[in-house]
Each structure stands twice: as C-alpha cells, then as structure tokens.
C-alpha cells in the first residue's frame, strides 16, 4: 500500500519551483515562512564563509545541483536519517529519529520511527510520505545520486499517522543506511509546477534543521541564514551565517583582514600557495568532495557502441594531460582516481588500473583499434564508407573543471583525425535529458531535432562516489530493471545511468554485491578489470577543496569524509580558535 496522504495546499510554494529552462517568466520567490532570529537589544552573532558561488539548483539529489553551496544548504536545513561521523561510519540522527532497525531479513523490511516533534518550518510534521517522495523520485527520475538503493525497495507503508515507516526490499541490502538522508517536503513538492525538476531551483520552500535562509540572492553571490527559531532540537549557537561568492583574490583579502571566518573553495596551485604565504592564522585542510570528474565514452552512441571504436578512442586519449588541465595544480592533484568504483580518498582505496590505454595513449594501438572497426584514414580525418568519424561531446555548461577538460579533449581528438562537435547544455538539460534519451535495441534514441536534442557520444562530467561501495557500484554501472527482463528489446527504455552502461553479462554480479551475497572486494576483483575494457569511464581525479580556517572562530573542523564542515555549524562561535 502507498502512503496517501492528503496534499497540503502549495499556493505558496509555485513560487519557489522556478524551472532552469521555461520560456514562461518565474513568479516572484517566496522564502519559507520562518521568522527572523531576534535580535532586539544585541548585534547578532555572525560567522561569514567565502564559497565559490551561490549557483541556482540546490536539489543534493541531483547531479547537476552538485556544488559546495547546495551540499552546505542541505547539511544546514535538511533532515536526514543517518549521518556520517568524522571516522566515516554512520550513526542515526536522533534530533529527526527515534530509531530505525532491520525487522526481518526474509523479507528485507527496514521500519524507521521518526520523533512525533519533528516537522518541517511551515508545521507540516515530517512523516512518510516525505520518505516515500523521496523514495519515488530517486527510483524514476534520471540524473540523480545514488539510485540503487532506492530501486530496490518493493513496498513503503505508512504506520502511527505517519511517524513510522516500514521499508520492504527485493533483496537483503546492506547499505540501506545511506538511504532517505536530505528529506524534502513532499506536500509542498509532489503537486508543484515543474515538478523534481523544479524541486529547490532557486529556494527552499520549507526547512526542518537548525538554520532558516533570511534571504538568497544569486545575483549578489549571498545566502544569509538565521537560527531557526523552530527547530525543535538544540538551538544554533551563532544567530547566523553568511556564505559569500568569493573570487580568489577577494578571499584572501576577506580572510586576511577577518571579514570572513573561513572558506571552503575549489583552488589552484597558485592559490594554495598565496594561501599558504598567509602563515599560521590560517590553517588549511583538503576537503575531498564525493564526486569524481569522468570521461564517459557513451556505448548507447551509434557510433560508440562498437567497442572497437571505444577503445581507438580511449587510446587516443592523453588521460594525464586531463587530469592536469583539470586539478590546476589543485588539492585533486593527490586525488587521481585509478579504479573504477573506488574513490581515492576512501580508506582501502587500490588502483586497479591497467597498463597501456587508458593509463597513457597509443596512437598505434588506437589506428588498429579503428581499422578493425572499418574506418580509414584518409586526408589527416578517420572516415568510414565515406563518412567523417565523428563525436558530440558534452560538458555543464560552464561548470569547472569539466569545461577545461572537455577543451583539452576535444583539442587531443581533433589532432588525431576525429571531428568533434563540443557543446555546453546546462546541468539540468544535460543530466536529466540528453544523457537520459531512451534507448531502443542498445541505441540512444535522440527525439524532438527541433528542441535541439542530440545524442551525446562523449561526456565529460562528475560521477557521485562515496558512501556505501556496492551502491556506487550500481547506481555507476548497473542496468535498469527493465533493460534486462523486457522481452521487447525495440522498445524504448531510459539508462540506468549517466553512461548509457548496461551489461546484461554483469548485472548478475552487480546484484549479488548489492544485496551482500558476494562481498564488494571480491566481486570487485572480478568487475573492475572488465569495466576497464569495456572503455566506457575513464575516471580522472576526484574533486577537493581547500578549506581555509581563519581567526575568530571556534568548532569548525574539516567534517566526515566527503562530507566537509558544514554538518557542525550549529557549535560553531565566534571567538579564538
């Protein structure tokens, strides 16, 4: 039985669902309806970190949302189930939970009290059906972090007016932990304009965590948060905290003359090193991100889905020169990302990959790669039945560092004989559409010419790690439950992932690792040699930032892995370090 439960009215809220792509112009926003912290008779509290930008799009479940500032937002407004401790194990958030436990193994059924005082801003309580929102979306919607657990749950029952939840899965799934963190309200959401895609693309319509937004300005490149006066649950020490666009040299300065008490930045060599040159009343901290930049040589491309092609093109690729282009003598430069599932700052990380392409280029290896399959060289340009070969190649738009990689790329192609045609969709257009076009028959099946849909064979673009291994796994590589029980192989089905990667041969592997069955290093053992020579992700470094810590600060740390700083803010305070 589904949750059922009658929808709040969302008048309000249109407001706040403003689409990235309409023609038609957004209704004014609307920021939750929390008052503002008092500050009658006293200065507020207030503690001001310099970020990158203030980006729209601050859905954490979406791919194209990914950014500090919406992984900041979500730690400080969000509620989540389990959180992740500073050793990388989770713990059960008890400011949202009473409990969550395994009921029974046979079947699978997890069941989760959430504490009857929790709610969201506006005094809707937070109950099931926000799980079960939550739980849809990341099962159908394409372009979302970490689908596979999501997949796997077969029925979700509302108990106790919605205050406890029980969970049943098609399998035992050991990684059930990481699921259902970052609610979002869904009687706000469910019946909105625009729908999952709209869902947090320029505000928050309610919150539920220690922080309220006072204002979000994207223009400006400022959030403004104050203490939520009603969270139920320990109380901000600080009345409020500032996150700032910051460009490199103005952070310097801020952190240097004590306007900003920290920033948490995406920097290069160049930057470290100034910052460095600010001595020890600064100290800094790489925070890894839970994301790592990929080359995605598509198999559902027309042209890609031989696999003679792939591994010519693969061999052309100078994956060094990539990485360079990318980390910018960055943090990431310790960061390079030599496995397939793997993260590299993850405890237990082995590189696994192997010599020869993609580890370095070939050009011989790539020239017979391609004649085996067809193609000649003729005129400096690779042409098969007179026909160039040729590849689109997609970035985010102007989203760094995918962009300087997929220059640098398309530069490697083009001197090697292969027309390349790049081009920059924004984050929504490219994950949630042209990476997510239907496929018939093993195929990409591009529709709508006239909307400017094309079929994107080569894509340069950030692919979520971290958390539990075995759901990285199959949300990266996994297939689509329809693309390997359908009968009708013509029939149109979306991917299962970024990548258009679905490998009936290995699915069954994939599967038994999710569920435990076969324990994630041995099945890795086998998998990731093959994922290597299918040339379908050439993963290149996994992302960092420099976290600056300046004076006149307390409790302020680099957080969990891959979480970063934010998770603590509500012990942060102004004063000596």
């Known amino acids: 039985m589904r949750v059922n439960r009658k929808a709040v009215p969302v008048l309000a809220l249109a407001a706040v669902l403003v689409t990235a792509c309409s023609n038609t112009p957004p209704p004014p926003v609307v920021s939750s309806s929390v008052p503002p912290a008092s500050t009658t008779g006293k200065t507020p509290s207030q503690i001001v970190a310099g970020v990158d930008d203030v980006l729209g799009g601050y859905n954490p479940h979406n791919l194209a949302d990914s950014s500090q500032v919406t992984s900041a937002l979500s730690q400080l407004l969000l509620p989540s189930v389990f959180r992740q401790k500073d050793d990388g194990s989770t713990q059960l958030d008890k400011s949202l939970m009473k409990s969550a436990e395994v009921l029974s193994q046979q079947p699978f059924v997890v069941a989760y009290e959430i504490r009857p005082d929790a709610s969201w801003s506006d005094g809707a309580p937070i109950a099931a059906e926000d799980f079960d929102y939550l739980r849809t979306q990341m099962r159908d919607q394409p ?150 930049a990929d080359v995605l040589l598509r198999p559902v491309s027309a ?55 993609p580890t370095a280029p070939d050009v011989t290896k790539a020239e017979e790669s391609l004649k085996a399959a067809g193609y000649t060289k003729t005129a400096g340009t690779w042409r098969k039945n007179g026909k160039a070969l040729s590849l689109v190649i997609a970035s985010p738009g102007t989203q760094e560092p995918y962009a300087s990689i997929a220059k640098e790329l398309t530069g490697q192609l083009a001197a090697q004989g292969i027309e390349v045609n790049p081009i920059t969709p924004q984050p929504r257009d490219l994950f949630s559409g042209l990476l997510a076009m239907p496929v018939a028959g093993g195929i990409q099946q591009p529709t709508g010419d006239s909307a400017g849909n094309v079929g994107i064979d080569v894509a340069v673009v950030p692919q979520a790690v971290g958390g539990d291994t075995a759901s990285v796994l199959a949300s990266t590589f996994g297939c689509r439950l329809e693309q390997t029980t359908g009968t009708d192989t013509t029939k149109p089905v979306v991917p299962g992932n970024s990548a258009g990667f679905c490998d009936p041969a290995l699915q069954p592997s994939i599967d038994a690792a999710l569920s ?62």
């Open 143 to 292: 372009g979302v972090i970490g689908p596979a657990g999501y997949r796997q749950i077969t029925d979700l029952q509302s108990r106790e007016g919605g205050k406890r939840v029980e969970v049943t899965f098609a399998k035992p799934y050991p990684g059930w932990q990481t699921l259902f963190s970052d609610l979002l309200p869904a009687h706000l959401l469910k019946d909105a304009p625009d729908g999952w895609r709209g869902a947090l693309a320029s505000n928050f319509p309610a919150v539920a965590g220690p922080f309220s937004i006072k204002s979000l300005d994207i223009a400006r490149g400022e959030v403004v948060l104050e203490r939520n006066e009603r969270y139920w649950e320990k109380p901000a020490a600080i009345d409020r905290i500032v996150l700032r666009r910051s460009d490199q040299q103005t952070l310097l300065a801020a952190l240097q003359s004590g306007n900003d008490q920290f920033a948490l930045s995406r920097t290069t060599g160049d930057g470290l090193k100034r910052l460095g040159d600010l001595g020890s009343a600064v100290k800094l901290h790489t925070v890894a991100r839970p994301l790592v």
């Open 303 to 357: 042209t890609l889905h031989d696999t003679q092609v792939r591994a010519g093109i693969a061999a052309l690729i100078d994956r060094t020169k990539l990485i360079t282009e990318g980390v910018d003598g960055g943090p990431s430069s310790a960061l390079h990302a030599d496995a397939q599932v793997q993260a590299p700052s993850v405890s237990g990380y082995t590189a696994t990959i192997p010599p020869g392409p």
């Open 516 to 577: 435990g069955s076969t324990p994630i290093a041995e099945a890795l053992t086998t998998l990731e040699p093959e994922l290597w020579r299918q040339n379908v992700v050439i993963p290149l470094f996994q992302l960092a930032d420099t976290l600056a810590i300046g004076s006149g600060i307390s409790g302020v740390t680099p957080g969990p892995p891959m979480v970063g700083p934010f998770g603590s803010a509500v012990n942060w305070t102004r004063g000596p370090k």
